[in-house]
Structures are given as structure tokens and as C-alpha cells.
């Protein structure tokens, strides 16, 4: 692993500023949160910054605090405190659920929020340092390689799968991200902050080489508010999800009055299916509707050679998370 | 042991476990030498390419460099390898696989080796590499060696299967495939190497057989044996792969013979997963016939081996998947054909199981299949059909002790019975079903003649020290021996010390391999003890006045028990002025090799047996398959630690698993796309359920105590028990390993309707 | 260009320079000789390099030694007492959880952490808690059984192997 200079601002504003410093000087400066991803991709020679800016340095980005009734979470939250917080577990089950499901133990004990959504891609391609798209090359390998774990939805020109957990889970939940930049904080719907290969290959968020994932917002849960996260992985720990899926429907008098679906591991962004969410608005559910939704789900997925299998999955994965946020009888 | 207990038949805690739970162990990694120096290997990134030109002068031009070694630079032989010398130490000419060795560096930090491995510079040509086994049998291939695509063919005939499919009522045949995986032992291969002052090299390393390190280092050297010393140091995990892999010594110690300072090599996981050896995956074809009474008529298979780049062992491990590809069962007519076949991938060598397991899913996925047109109980007829005490095997063979195979199938089906209410799911689309496997592993390597060596030194105060050669690479050999010494010598085990993996203190016993330590080094450290406490009597019976075989010896005293006298060792060596009985212990089974015509011989003294069965939950909208309750019956002759037998099965059940529905090497045009863990997927503690393991002891006349071993034999009927769980589950015939979703879902699509719903 | 640092380990303060790319695994093995915990992958993904940090479970090698002023880190060498061996690893000898050893140090330090945590845990909570930590020699079934008779659990009534056949001797 070749050496960097590690900084320890005290504050976002100076975190920024070295970003922007480093920026101008025409040097690569990597955030660490938790550390997990950066050291591996450090280590896989994958990132070569000159500087890691270690966000740990920073005080108030940490921890799951109520506003009135809205929740923040600092971006630096573990995802183990997420897992287990008893709030979050109680109205926000899909984002505690998903942030158990991520990683292993240890990871989870150190890996945070903020870096889980940042994650890099997990494509073997990329993460074996193959002149790819994401690794600033110019073509995708699974185009016509191994493909079983690439995306169904919204490829070209990379077919990479976001890796995060958290992230559908929180895109259901309409989360918020808080990102401080040199102008100041801005907030961003989680939906906008993920965006498609097709507008910046080397990205798969929003946030500029200047800019910080300080803080994710979660609206007030709504009462009749039921979400989960179920994930389909190949075994049952340090595994990325073959499918996930991150849900929240609210219940009014048996009806459901809102529905947000977004899957995991099929899109290079948490992948929302509005005609599904649609189907279930103002209905009650039922077998044969958790079907209909399953296939409007998955309508439109174009597989690669290899994965087609993903879109059985993904419908049984999607019918199985609304069918077991039936409200209560 | 106190003078009424025994030491054999005893679960006794690894002699070693103190050490090793105070993380005192020290590992390869955990070496340190004065003024040290690390060596990294620049490795091929094309499976086949030729090699046009190495630069290494910016390498050698960075600060703290201080060896760049190319293949010019190796002062004896440039090729090692067990059964042929095919691997180049340093390729010079050519690569054959992705990591294929070109250059050596050394500097004096790991970090500054990285930096010089990655400056040297490499142009290939790069060639189109031969990764399909089949095409690559075809002449017009281009060849991975010189001497052809076909590394070995061997064959087994027994009566005429055309006979034995015409008597038959019900045949079926079908084609599988496995996969490639590693032996992914939690440590890498590493070796550290120091040359004195006389100029002798001293290699530690992790390592399955250090003896045969020492053969291949001392001949790329150019030395004689006796200028290179070999020391195994506290190996995490073997499995095979730390056996006939001799790279990693042999980089240490050119390094250190080059610059006269200790040298270290450690792989990277990564280079542990790409570059070392692999299990060979099989391409197999098998046709299995009956009689409507179910029983079996002929067995005729073809399978091809996968070999990669370097032979290793793969002529040895197809030869293995020859002679036990009709399984433990009687069948009249058999005919085998079985290839080693090189391309252009990592090379597959020795891992536990030895060609079986591939083989194994095959034939006992068929034998559900014929059970299923019989309309018989796929336990019932395997029984009808299983060898026993009189049998003989395909390779002709009549065994006459130690054939439990049917008590195991007997064990299962109480097992199975026990599962069976656990059988309903409550979700409609969660199926389980149970499954059986059974197979059978030969103690030993096929061949001979083969032997096993060991000393015992018995001292005045009855304690002993045992010299071996066979290592203890984590199943726990070293206990093994400090029992059996002690059992003999009637002492306690703390009174035994333990030597073995030195080669110049032990004699070489050969590799820990082939399942083959308990019966064969067992037998050898009993003999040692056996001899060593005869002598003692025959001092004290002169002593006494008596016969020897009317004395006991325990706790350092010989016993007179009629007559209520004693005396202490320690007593009778200074009477008769000896200091110590020294003992040799010598052991070689009764086999004899097959003939290469008809693949008839009795190529083994002894077989371990075990049927395996297996409840899985098939998701049969996902494909996802999880292991939801195991029961494995092993015939291991006799346990003498039976909780370290029942940890060796346990621990093959996990992998058997995981080769069954989760491990495998995943490739790209000859590239490993996931040499890490967090993607060649073992299974975790969170994916297995307890196991319920049983052990039968059908006890082998020459094993000592009667027993075989069990290392191999547990792990060769897992995968087939799964494979055929998941048949029970949701009538699909998984055909390609391994079983994942993808595997699984392919096959739901094609499946026929089943009856009806559990 | 090193970095200072005051870190405690099991219960000793030492004063390190670290350079800024070094793991905490790194300053543990070659700083602090400490080589009981082990580099299995050097990448999160085996758990034998496993300590706990903070009283958590961390993959030493995915933390930066720099980030851990001030941290108290246990390390498999500090988890015997004065008085002998903990129970956890009196149980992993006796069950027979030990083979090869690589795994070992980091799954006691997982359990550990666990049984801080949860002092009665059920099998299925063992396992979530050493997922993280791979090992290829034991099926995970006699760590399983180690960890369940260090813990509290044992102390139950009615507490045993989990239901099945009992291994005939």
C-alpha cells in the first residue's frame, strides 16, 4: 500500500477546505469514515490518495438523534448502532434491518452509514483492477464475461450493481442526505443522490471530490409507516445481495395509502419501481396483488447472459417484503 | 494415564491447544530473523504468454533492494514438481498460467519488495490460452506441454460392462461437471530461510511434507540433501495444498543463498487463492446399470481432469477417482477411463478427497436415480449393493476386516428417520428434502511400496520422546502419537514429548496425505513404543527371573502382578548401564499396485467408509439452498481421539457444503475473478446447522487398535448428499457444481411437475 | 513521515510511531511483537485478525493504527487473567475448538465480545456473532459448542449439545 498523509480536521468546514486544497494542488484526497472500504481498495491498489481525511477526527458526526419528529443519523454512525437502536429498529425497520444484514460483525462494528452508502462498487472486474469502465478504462468486462452479479436495470455503459444495503432501504424511507460542501450544507433526497453510470461513469453518487456525506435525515414516520429490508445473498454473511429489496408502505384502514419499492443489486443505483408502488397505493393487499406488483417490478428488466435468474428472484423478493408488511390485523 | 485408564479411545485435548488459545503458536508468519529480508514474486497477469524480454533494472535500482532473481539466476534445477519436474521455479521462456512465477525480488521491507515486484518489467506475447480440458485433448490444441495436452490416462477393466448393461433392467447415464476450488486454509503459504555460517540452509515453512521440501530445495540449489535442514512450523491448515507445492521454500531460499541473509516469503491471500494449487475440476460421464431386484450390473465412466498448468499430483489424484469410481459397492462389470489433461489455469493438485469427491457426486447422484426407476429405498439399495467383509472391489481386491460401510448406511437410516418429521417448511415455496451419500476413501497413496517411520526413546523415568516425520498440520497427529506412546508405555500423556517435522532430527515418514497418518505413522509410532518397552521387560524379566510377557510396564515401573514386585526404570538402566531404549518403529502396508492395463490391484491395505445424510431447504422460487440438519456416519476402525475424529468430520461436512453450493474459482478467459474471501465464498458458522456426526468402528486387524483414519473419507460423500437432498427437495438433478442460485434456478425451470406438495 | 500515538493494550499504555498507512494490525505484530494476532487476508474478510477495540470486535487489519489514539485494544494475548486461562479459552480446549489455530485468536475475541455483550446466547446468536470469523478446519461446530459452555448458558438448566445423536464411542 503506498503511504498518504493522514489529516485530522476538526470540523467539516476544514475537512472541505482540505478537499478543496487538495483539489486546487492537483492531489488525490480519500475520505475514511469507519475505513473498511478505503483500506481494501488501498490495499487492492485500487485508490492511491496523497492524502485520507479522517472523518473520525470530526466531533457531532456520530450517533441517531430525534428532532422533534424527524431522526438524524451522522454520517459516521456504525452500522451496528443502527442495527440495534430501538428507535430506528421500531419506525425505521428497514434501514435497522438492511444495516444489520451488511457485512459481518466485525465490519459493522467500525463501518458506517455514511460509508456504506459511498461504498464502491463490488463488480469482481473493478474490484480486480481490469481496465474497466469504473477503474477509468473504456469498456464494461461483464458485457461479455461473467455477468451473474450485474445489474438488470439501468446499464450502459458499466453494469455494476450498487453494493450498499442501506442504501435501497433508506431510498424507501425518503431519506435525506445532508452534504456539506464549500458552499455550505445542501440536502438531497436519497432518491437524486445515486446516480446511472450513463452520467458519470467514475461516480456512482452526486458528491463532488469536494463535498461530504455528513448526515442522513429520515422524515417523521408517518403512524400506519411499515418498511423492511429483505436481502438474498449466496451465504449468510460478508455477502452483497444477488437481490435485496428495501420497502415502506403506509396502512390507512386496511388500504395502503403509499407504497416506495427500491431494490438492491439489480441497477447501479438503489433501483425504485414506481408501476409497482403504483398497483399498491389505495389498494389492500392480497396474494394475487403481491404478484401483480412483483411482476410490474421487474417489467422492463433487461438481463445479461448470465443473469436472468436474478428476475425470478427479485419478484419472489419483492412479493415476500410487501406481503410480510401486511398491517396488523 | 493412571494405570487402569487408558489412553487410546480417549478424547485428551490436543496436546498443543494451550499454546494455540493463548495465540502463543508460533506460525511461519510470526518468524522474525535478524536483518531480514522479505521476497515478493512477479507473477504472470496472462495465462499463456511467451516471455520476450524481463527488465529489471529499475527494480533493482530502488533503494533497499537487494535481490531481483530471474530464472538465470536459479544455480540448480529449474523444474520441481512430486510426480514429474514440470513447474519452473522461474519461467523463462513462457508462461502457462495466470501467476506463473518470472522473478523473484527482495528488499529489505515488505512494502519496498511490493514496489520492486511491481517494477519489474515484463513484455509477453501473449498467446491464446487452452482453458477447455475436452478441446484441449484434441491434437490440433496448442500445447501447455511439450509432451501433449494429455498428461495421463488411466484405466480400470473388470468382467465386460457390454455383459453387465445387457443383464441389466434399468440403466441411466448422465454427465457432471465440479468446479474448481482451493483449499483456502485460513494461512498462507510462507516459508522463512537462513544459511549459517558453514553455508547450510535452514528452511521453516508451513508445510505437509517437509522432507520433500528439503528434496526440491537442495536440488534448485544444487546441494546435497544434507546441506539443507527443513522445519515445519505450526501449520494453519493443509488439505492437500501445502503438499507438493515446494515454490514457496524454494524462494526463500534462494533469496537467502543469494544474499546470505534470512529471507521470507509469504503469500498474500490473494496469491494463495490465484496462484497455489486447486482441486481438479472434472468433466465426468457415467452410465450405472440393475437388475430389476436392484442389484447393480456395470458401471462405465469417462472423466476428465482439469490439471491446469503443472501435473503435481493429478496423474495420482485421476488414478484415485479410477479405482474408487464404482464406489463401495459390489458391481460384477466395471470399465474406467480416466484423463489428467493440461490447460492453462492454476494447477490442481492433492486436496482431501483426492478425485472422489467429484466422482462420488456422480455415481451416487445415478444410484438415487436408478433407485427412483426401481421404486426402492435409495438406503435399501444401497445396502443390497455395498461391500462388505468377503467383497471384492472394481479393482479386484477381496476385503476381509474393517468394511462398515453397511453399518454406516444402517446408522443413516435412523438418522433420516429422525429428520423426516422436520421435512415440512410451512411455506409453500420452501421445499426440504433428505439425502443421502456414500463413499468410501483407500488409506494411503496407491502405490508401493509406501512406509511409515518413527522412533521412540524411552527414558529412565518412563517418560518417552516420540520422533516422526509426519506433521500435525491442525487435525491433530501430535496428540495422536503422544497417546499412542503413551498407551504402550503406560504412562501419562504429559509424560510423552513429540517430535516430528524436522528433517534433520526426524525420519522422513513420507507426506501427512492420503488419510494415511493414523494408519500408517500410527502404526510405526506403536511399533517404536511397542519395541522399545520390550526391551525394558526383557531387562527386567533377567531381573526378575521371569518371562517377559508376564510383566507390565507402567508409570515408569516394571510389574511382576503375580508376585507384587517392581522396579523402577530408572533402577533397571542403571543396573544394566543404559541410558535409554531407543526403538525403531517401521511400518508399510500390504498392497500391491495396479496393473496399468486393467486398473486391478489391491492398491490399498484398507478402506475408511462413511454415509453422510443431508436435510437442505431448497427456496424454489430463488434456487437458494441451505443446509438445514446433517447426520454423517463414519467407519473409522477405531477412534483413538474420538473427539478430534469428530472434529476431522465436522470440519468436512463445512467443506463438503461449500463445495456442494457455494465454493468455486470463477474465471475469465484463464483469470481468477475472485481470489479473495470476501468472493470465493466459504461458508460461514452462520450457514451451517450442528452436525450430528456417529462413528462405527469396524476395526482394521492392522491399524493400530484397529484403526484406519478418517480425513478423506468424510469428506468424499458430503457434496453427493447434498446434490441429492436438493433432488428430494424439488426433483431437479443438479448436474454442475456448485448448487448456487443461479446453478439451482436453471435447473427449476427445466424440472417436470412434481406429484405433489409435501 | 510517522505519526505518534499513545495506545492501550490489554491494559498496558504504549507510545508508538506509526506511519500513516500502517494497520493496526501492522503496529500490533511488528511494533508491539503481538503476534498472536494473525494475518489471515489483510482485507476484512477472514476475522483472524480480530481484537477487540474499544471492547468491540474489529478486523485490526481495516483500521488505520493511527486512528487509534487513545484506544484501548485487547488482543488474544491479553485474555488469559493473572489466575490462568479465561473460561472461553478452557472451553475451546476442552470442546476441542482448537485445530490448525489460525482461526482461533480471532473467534475467542469475537466470542468474547459476544459473552460481554450477551451472557447467554442461544446457538443461533453464536453463530451471527463469528460470522465474520472464518475457519476451515472445524465445520464451526465445536467453536459453536465452546463458545455455548463458556457462557453463561451453561450455567441452565437442561443445557446441552443441541438435540441429535450423540456420537457413539
Not at chain 1, 436481502?231 to 416506495?260: F, M, N, P, T, Y
Not at chain 2, 511490493?114 to 477447455?132: F, G, K, N, Q, S
Amino acid at each position: 500500500m503506498k503511504s498518504f498523509v493522514n489529516v485530522n480536521p476538526k470540523s467539516l468546514d476544514e475537512a472541505v477546505a482540505v478537499l478543496d486544497r487538495a483539489r486546487a494542488q492537483g492531489k488525490k484526497a480519500a475520505l475514511a469514515g469507519g475505513g473498511s472500504d478505503l483500506l481494501g481498495m488501498l490495499k487492492d491498489h485500487l485508490v492511491q490518495p496523497d492524502l485520507v481525511v479522517n472523518l473520525k477526527s470530526i466531533s457531532g458526526l456520530e450517533g441517531v438523534h430525534r428532532e422533534g419528529e424527524r431522526v438524524r443519523i451522522g454520517a459516521l454512525t456504525t452500522l451496528d448502532e443502527i442495527a440495534r437502536h430501538p428507535l430506528l429498529v421500531e419506525r425505521y425497520a428497514a434501514l435497522a434491518q438492511a444495516a444489520g444484514l451488511a457485512a459481518s460483525p466485525q465490519i459493522r462494528n467500525v463501518g458506517t452509514l455514511g460509508g456504506n452508502v459511498n461504498q464502491r462498487p463490488w463488480c469482481h472486474y473493478f474490484r480486480q483492477g481490469f481496465p474497466c469502465f469504473k477503474n477509468g478504462g473504456k469498456m464494461c468486462y461483464a458485457v461479455a464475461g461473467e455477468n451473474q452479479f450485474h445489474a438488470l436495470f439501468g446499464g450502459g455503459p458499466a453494469f455494476i450493481v450498487h453494493p450498499s444495503d442501506t442504501a435501497p432501504a433508506l431510498v424507501a424511507l425518503e431519506a435525506e442526505f445532508k452534504v456539506m460542501g464549500p458552499s455550505g450544507a445542501k440536502i438531497i433526497p436519497a432518491e437524486k443522490y445515486f446516480i446511472l453510470p450513463r452520467e458519470d461513469v467514475l461516480r456512482e453518487n452526486v458528491l463532488g471530490e469536494n463535498e461530504i456525506l455528513a448526515e442522513v435525515i429520515l422524515p417523521a414516520a408517518p403512524s400506519g409507516l411499515r418498511s423492511t429490508y429483505l436481502k438474498i445473498r449466496d451465504r449468510q454473511a460478508w455477502d452483497h445481495a444477488i437481490v435485496s429489496i428495501g420497502a415502506a408502505l403506509e396502512w390507512e384502514g386496511g388500504r395502503c395509502r403509499k407504497a416506495r419499492l427500491v431494490l438492491g443489486g439489480v441497477a447501479p443505483i438503489p433501483w425504485r419501481v414506481p408501476n409497482a408502488e403504483r398497483l399498491l397505493e389505495g389498494k389492500s393487499l392480497g396474494e394475487a396483488l403481491a404478484r401483480q406488483v412483483a411482476e410490474a417490478a421487474l417489467a422492463g428488466a433487461q438481463p445479461l447472459a448470465k443473469n436472468g435468474y436474478k428476475v425470478p428472484l427479485a419478484k419472489a423478493t419483492v412479493r415476500r417484503a410487501v406481503l410480510s408488511l401486511l398491517p396488523a390485523a | 494415564m493412571a494405570d487402569n485408564q487408558k489412553a487410546v479411545g480417549v478424547s485428551v485435548p490436543r496436546i498443543e491447544a494451550r499454546e494455540k488459545v493463548l495465540g502463543r503458536s508460533v506460525y511461519v508468519d510470526d518468524l522474525r530473523r535478524e536483518g531480514m529480508i522479505w521476497g515478493k514474486v512477479v507473477r504472470s497477469p496472462h495465462p499463456r504468454a511467451r516471455i520476450v524480454h524481463v527488465d529489471v533494472t529499475e527494480a533493482r535500482g530502488l533503494p533497499g533492494v537487494v535481490a531481483v532473481l530471474t530464472a538465470a539466476d536459479v544455480p540448480g534445477d529449474r523444474y520441481v514438481g512430486p510426480l514429474v519436474k514440470d513447474q519452473p521455479i522461474l519461467c523463462s521462456s513462457s508462461v502457462r498460467f495466470e501467476g506463473d512465477a518470472v522473478a523473484l525480488v527482495a528488499a529489505t521491507a515488505e512494502e519496498v519488495a511490493e514496489t520492486a515486484r511491481d517494477a519489474v518489467r515484463v513484455e509477453y506475447e501473449i498467446l491464446e490460452p487452452v482453458l477447455d480440458p475436452i478441446a484441449a485433448m484434441s491434437p490440433e490444441a496448442p500445447q501447455v506441454q511439450a509432451g501433449g495436452n494429455v498428461a495421463s490416462y488411466s484405466k480400470l477393466r473388470r468382467g465386460d460392462v457390454e455383459v453387465g448393461f445387457r443383464a441389466a433392467d434399468v440403466i441411466v447415464e448422465d454427465s457432471f461437471s465440479t468446479q474448481m476450488i482451493d483449499h483456502a486454509y485460513l494461512e498462507p503459504e510462507g516459508a522463512v530461510a537462513e544459511v549459517d555460517a558453514e553455508g547450510k540452509v535452514t528452511i521453516w515453512v508451513c508445510s505437509q511434507y517437509p522432507h520433500y521440501d528439503r528434496q526440491e530445495v537442495a536440488r534448485v540449489l544444487g546441494v546435497s540433501l544434507a546441506r539443507v535442514r527443513v522445519i515445519q512450523t505450526t501449520t494453519g491448515g493443509g488439505f492437500g495444498g501445502k503438499f507438493g507445492s515446494p515454490l514457496v521454500s524454494c524462494y526463500a531460499a534462494l533469496l537467502a543463498a543469494r544474499t546470505g541473509r534470512p529471507a521470507k516469503v509469504l503469500y498474500t491471500r490473494e496469491e494463495s487463492l490465484r496462484t497455489t494449487v486447486k482441486r481438479h475440476p472434472y468433466r465426468i460421464h457415467y452410465k450405472v446399470g440393475a437388475t430389476r431386484s436392484g442389484k447393480l450390473t456395470a458401471v462405465e465412466a469417462r472423466f476428465v481432469g482439469d490439471t491446469g498448468a503443472y501435473l503435481v499430483v493429478g496423474r495420482a489424484v485421476v488414478g484415485k477417482s479410477t479405482s474408487h469410481g464404482a464406489g463401495p459397492y459390489e458391481v460384477p462389470h466395471v470399465k474406467m477411463d480416466g484423463y489428467a489433461v493440461y490447460t492453462n489455469k492454476a494447477p490442481a493438485g492433492a486436496m482431501r478427497g483426492y478425485g472422489v469427491p467429484q466422482v462420488a457426486v456422480a455415481y451416487e447422484s445415478l444410484l438415487d436415480e436408478l433407485a427412483r426407476k426401481l421404486n426402492l429405498d435409495p438406503i435399501e439399495f444401497r445396502l443390497k449393493n455395498v461391500l462388505r467383509e468377503g467383497s471384492q472391489t472394481a479393482t479386484g481386491q477381496t476385503l476381509l476386516h474393517s468394511v462398515g460401510v453397511a453399518e454406516t448406511l444402517e446408522r443413516a437410516a435412523d438418522a433420516r428417520r429422525e429428520m423426516t418429521p422436520h421435512l415440512k417448511t410451512g411455506k409453500p415455496y420452501l421445499k426440504r428434502g433428505i439425502g443421502v451419500g456414500v463413499s468410501w476413501h483407500g488409506i494411503g497413496a496407491a502405490r508401493s511400496p509406501s512406509q511409515a517411520t518413527a522412533y521412540v526413546n524411552l527414558c529412565g523415568d518412563g517418560s518417552a520422546t516420540v520422533l516422526c516425520g509426519s506433521v500435525d498440520i491442525g487435525q491433530g497427529s501430535n496428540t495422536l502419537f503422544s497417546q499412542i506412546a503413551a498407551e504402550e508405555l503406560g504412562v501419562p500423556l504429559d509424560q510423552i514429548s513429540v517430535v516430528t517435522g524436522d528433517t534433520l532430527t526426524t525420519p522422513d515418514c513420507e507426506a501427512t496425505t492420503a488419510t494415511r497418518v493414523t494408519y500408517l505413522s500410527g502404526n510405526a509410532v506403536r511399533l517404536a513404543a511397542e519395541k522399545a518397552k520390550g526391551t525394558a521387560l526383557e531387562l527386567a524379566a533377567k531381573h526378575f527371573g521371569c518371562l517377559p510377557e508376564h510383566l507390565i510396564l507402567a508409570r515408569g515401573k516394571v510389574q511382576v502382578p503375580d508376585a507384587a514386585l517392581e522396579i523402577s526404570l530408572t533402577d533397571l538402566f542403571k543396573k544394566h548401564a543404559v541410558q535409554q531404549i531407543s526403538a525403531l518403529g517401521v511400518f508399510s502396508p500390504d498392497c500391491t499396485p495396479l496393473d496399468p492395463e486393467t486398473g486391478q490391484g489391491s492398491p490399498h491395505a484398507t478402506y475408511g467408509f462413511g454415509t453422510h445424510v443431508a436435510l437442505v431447504e431448497v427456496d424454489q422460487e430463488t434456487g437458494a439452498v441451505r443446509l438445514v440438519d446433517y447426520a454423517a456416519f463414519n467407519d473409522v476402525g477405531k477412534a483413538i481421539n474420538p473427539q478430534a475424529v469428530e472434529g476431522q468430520i465436522e470440519g468436512a461436512v463445512a467443506m463438503g457444503t461449500g463445495y456442494a453450493l457455494s465454493e468455486g474459482m470463477i474465471f475469465d478467459r484463464g483469470k481468477i475473478l475472485n481470489p479473495s474471501f470476501a468472493t470465493y465464498l466459504l461458508l460461514t458458522a452462520a450457514d451451517l446447522p450442528p452436525v450430528r456426526v456417529g462413528l462405527v468402528e469396524a476395526p482394521e486387524p492392522t491399524g493400530p487398535y484397529g484403526a484406519k483414519g478418517v480425513g478423506e473419507p468424510s469428506m468424499n460423500p458430503v457434496a453427493a448428499a447434498v446434490i441429492n437432498a436438493i433432488y428430494d427437495a424439488v426433483g431437479v438433478r443438479i448436474r454442475e457444481l456448485p448448487a448456487v442460485p443461479e446453478t439451482v434456478f436453471a435447473a427449476l425451470k427445466t424440472r417436470q411437475p412434481l406429484p405433489a406438495d409435501r | 513521515m510517522s505519526i505518534s500515538l499513545c495506545v492501550i493494550v490489554n491494559g498496558n499504555e504504549h507510545h508508538l510511531d506509526v506511519a500513516p498507512h500502517h494497520t493496526l494490525l501492522d503496529a500490533l505484530r511488528e511494533e508491539l511483537g503481538l503476534t498472536g494476532t494473525k494475518r489471515g487476508c489483510e482485507v476484512g474478510d477472514c476475522g483472524a485478525c480480530t481484537v477487540l477495540l474499544n471492547g468491540k470486535a474489529v478486523n485490526s487489519c481495516l483500521v488505520l493504527a493511527a486512528e487509534t489514539e487513545g484506544a484501548e485494544v485487547v488482543t488474544i494475548e491479553g485474555v488469559a487473567g493473572r489466575e490462568g486461562l479465561h473460561p472461553l479459552q478452557e472451553a475451546f480446549i476442552r470442546e476441542g475448538a482448537v485445530q490448525c489455530g489460525f482461526c482461533t485468536p480471532g473467534m475467542i475475541l469475537s466470542a468474547l465480545a459476544l459473552l460481554r455483550e450477551n451472557p447467554r446466547p442461544s446457538d443461533a446468536e453464536v453463530r451471527q456473532a463469528l460470522s465474520g470469523n472464518l475457519c476451515r478446519c472445524t465445520g464451526y461446530a465445536k467453536i459453536v459448542q465452546a463458545v455455548l459452555d463458556a457462557s453463561d448458558a451453561s450455567l441452565v438448566p437442561g443445557f446441552g449439545r443441541p438435540e441429535g445423536l450423540r456420537p457413539s464411542r
